[in-house]
């Protein structure tokens, strides 16, 4: 929400004392605010981070708050993904007096988002510029955070569009609101989840968040991300006069049915009302929409089913590798057949193959280690080649080489080349390369 600097609970401009801190703060601007309290963009010396500092309601209703952010702070960032609690900030005898509210309170530290990073929402309510190859980027981003956080022994509680960041350029995520975070099994803090978000044993009050409702949570905003539609709100929500909370405990709980169960039609999207999800369901591979339907499926009920986060990692790596452009329309494209688009017959594609994966040749897709070896997770930081189109013709597709050492390899016609790092060689001439991780193959159908 905006920001309010008139009623805020810390006055702009001015620098505050904190127990702990070396140096006093510097309150630079508010960020905004909700019902837990209010953010600032502070300095610290040279340094600008971002300040949440916490509504007396808030502490009142939630006594484990404290414990939980020291607790947050003591165990680090599960990775850079995550807008993570710093360092636990109460007010100084002589700062107190300067905070408007009864109660001094409390709050915590976090590092500032940078700027290009836009709500989820906005996707999600279509409002984004954003390409298909960068939330996907972003999907399998969020699942590999969320694996991180729960190797670490935590659970998330409240995954939803609200709380995540995206970077259209590159599908990059930050995940902030990390104060709800507990440790797996130890929840009893007043967060819950979003409406829409949450489990169903969760919202019908049969268990408390853990990291197996996480997996359900993470589901829905992978669905709203890919389709930016509701994965359960279809031709029955419609006969809803009236979405109250015993409306919403039968649409998302008692009688939930996903929109695209295989073996019951009774809540497919309405053409007229949902259209993007009629749209966007069939853009993605089978694989991909069978975890949904597992989880949404089987995993409604019983969280044993749910697709775990290296599941989606491991699907969704595989839909980028696929990936390529329509010859007609320009749209991008997850697996082989008609344009989902325009719906044109395409050609065949060159493919690139590794010892353990294959990337289609098109400009965008990278290669990564895990191509090469069946013992590395999947990943996408650090590739060591990239497609890319030719400056002056865009039908010449060329690898290009990010490592830091030459390639050697053979073209077609058997002359030998080397490529050296940041150089690059023309797909459709090669034959084999022999990396450091290991060789690449040129296939043609």
């Not at 609970?9 to 960020?31: D, K």
């Not at 006969?239 to 009688?255: M, V």
């Not at 320009?330 to 060159?350: A, D």
């Not at 022999?434 to 043609?444: Q, V």
Request: aromatic share 6%; hydrophobic share 35%; proline share 8%.
């Amino acid at each position: 929400m905006p920001a309010n600097t008139s009623n805020g609970l810390l006055p702009v401009g001015a620098s505050l004392v904190f127990t702990g801190l070396e140096q006093p703060l510097q309150i630079r601007r508010a960020l905004g605010g909700g019902t837990q309290g209010q953010v600032y963009a502070v300095a610290s010396g040279e340094e600008e981070l971002a300040l949440k500092w916490y509504l007396p309601a808030c502490i009142s209703r939630d006594p484990r708050l404290k414990q939980r952010l020291q607790q947050s702070i003591r165990l680090g960032a599960p990775n850079a993904d995550f807008l993570w609690p710093m360092a636990l900030l109460e007010p100084s005898e002589e700062s107190r007096p300067l905070i408007r509210a009864q109660e001094a309170g409390f709050g915590y530290l976090m590092p500032l988002r940078p700027a290009g990073y836009q709500g989820a929402h906005l996707h999600a309510g279509g409002h984004l510029e954003i390409s298909l190859q960068n939330v996907l980027r972003a999907c399998f981003f969020l699942a590999d955070a969320f694996h991180e956080l729960h190797l670490k022994g935590l659970c998330y509680k409240d995954i939803s569009l609200g709380n995540l960041f995206l970077k259209p350029d590159d599908g990059s995520i930050l995940i902030c609101d990390n104060d709800n975070v507990e440790i797996d099994g130890q929840s009893a803090g007043s967060v819950l989840g979003t409406p829409g978000f949450m489990a169903p044993e969760v919202l019908l009050g049969t268990a408390k968040p853990s990291a197996s409702s996480d997996q359900f949570s993470l589901a829905v905003l992978l669905f709203r991300l890919l389709t930016r539609h509701d994965p359960f709100r279809g031709e029955l929500e419609l006969s809803i006069r009236c979405l109250d909370e015993p409306a919403r405990r039968r649409l998302y709980g008692e009688e939930a049915l996903f929109i695209f169960d295989p073996g019951d039609a009774r809540n497919r999207p309405n053409p007229n009302e949902h259209p993007a999800a009629l749209l966007t369901w069939p853009i993605y591979p089978s694989a991909l929409q069978a975890l949904f339907i597992q989880c949404f499926g089987r995993g409604l009920r019983d969280p044993q089913q749910r697709p775990l986060t290296g599941q989606w990692t491991q699907v969704l790596s595989r839909c980028l590798d696929d990936r390529r452009l329509c010859s007609r329309c320009g749209q991008e494209l997850f697996q082989e057949g008609p344009c989902w688009s325009c719906g044109s017959s395409q050609e065949p594609t060159l493919q690139l193959q590794m010892p353990h994966g294959r990337v289609v040749a098109c400009p965008g897709n990278t290669l990564h280690r895990h191509h090469f070896d069946p013992h590395l997770g999947e990943t996408l930081q650090q590739p060591i080649a990239s497609l890319v189109s030719h400056p002056s013709d865009a039908s010449i597709v060329g690898l290009r080489n990010l490592s830091e050492r030459p390639w050697q390899g053979e073209l077609r016609n058997g002359q030998g080349i080397s490529v050296e790092p940041g150089q690059t060689c023309n797909v459709a001439a090669l034959h084999q390369l022999s990396t450091e991780a290991g060789p690449i193959t040129t296939l043609r159908r």
